[in-house]
């Protein structure tokens, strides 16, 4: 299998698995709080094949290998995902952020609206160190490693200040984090984002040109793939990208309300 075939197929998945999750929740969304729960408890099987998919591919090290170990750190962070998302593990503060707060306290309340999520990936992204350190096969840990840093980057580029961002598919349970972004021209951290998320995936290029396994040049194509994805990422936060048409059309119509003097609250 050649490294184009591998990053196309790293493309569709990103794109496959995205959308599956933004219809999950957005279905669970438009059935209330009762549904998400379901939704998230009913999604734990997939939790549970990420960690056996992860447990058997770390000693295959053919292509076979490479495919189980990226699909099975997709599952572990799609489950989390679709936790937080869902509002089931999010972190302790729920209320959006009143105005006029100094920025360490503004800080603090955005850590608490994802305290718990961001724990639970780390405690996933050390296991998987832990395990996965030495092993034959890695990159269940690298892949994981990647999706962990690259949203991170985000995350901290959409609190210091972006010029575009899209909460078009945020759900209700999570109505209250745009209050914790900011809208600005530009901040100092994202050229440092994108500068290292491009030289991250130079590196996984360069790997896969030193390759010597068919296995490895697969997982290290996959991994550069969804690198240059992240950095893509970050730079519709920047540019008039019109991303969410990739998955709009997968998703439910939005679930009516009624009008209501003074129009729609938006955040």
């Known amino acids: ?74 599952a572990l962070w799609g489950w989390i995902e679709l936790a937080f998302l869902t509002g089931v593990i999010t972190g302790p503060n729920r209320r959006p952020l009143p105005p006029h707060k100094a920025e360490w306290e503004r800080f603090i309340r955005a850590w608490g609206t994802i305290a718990y999520h961001e724990m639970l990936l780390t405690a996933t992204l050390i296991g998987l160190a832990l395990a996965l350190w030495h092993a034959p096969n890695p990159f269940a840990f690298y892949t994981f490693a990647v999706l962990f840093f690259a949203r991170i980057s985000a995350k901290l580029n959409l609190f210091f200040g972006v010029p575009r961002i899209h909460v078009d598919f945020l759900p209700e349970a999570l109505a209250h984090l745009p209050s914790h972004f900011r809208t600005a021209g530009m901040n100092w ?78 955040l």
């Open 1 to 74: 299998m050649t490294p184009w075939i591998a990053a196309l197929i790293a493309l569709f998945i990103w794109w496959f698995s995205t959308g599956t999750i933004l219809m999950a929740v957005k279905y669970a969304d438009r059935s209330g709080e009762k549904a998400r729960r379901t939704t998230t408890i009913a999604a734990l099987p997939l939790m549970a094949l990420g960690a056996y998919g992860t447990y058997w591919s770390m000693t295959q090290t053919d292509i076979l290998g490479t495919y189980v170990a990226f699909l099975s750190a997709l």
């Open 189 to 266: 951290l994202f050229p440092i984002s994108v500068t290292a998320l491009n030289f991250a995936a130079a590196c996984w290029l360069e790997r896969l040109y030193a390759a010597e396994t068919t296995g490895a040049v697969t997982g290290f194509a996959l991994l550069t793939a969804l690198t240059a994805l992240a950095a893509l990422e970050h730079w519709v936060m920047v540019l008039p990208i019109p991303d969410e048409r990739l998955w709009r059309w997968m998703l439910p119509e939005a679930k009516p309300t009624k009008n209501t003097t003074g129009g729609h609250h938006g």
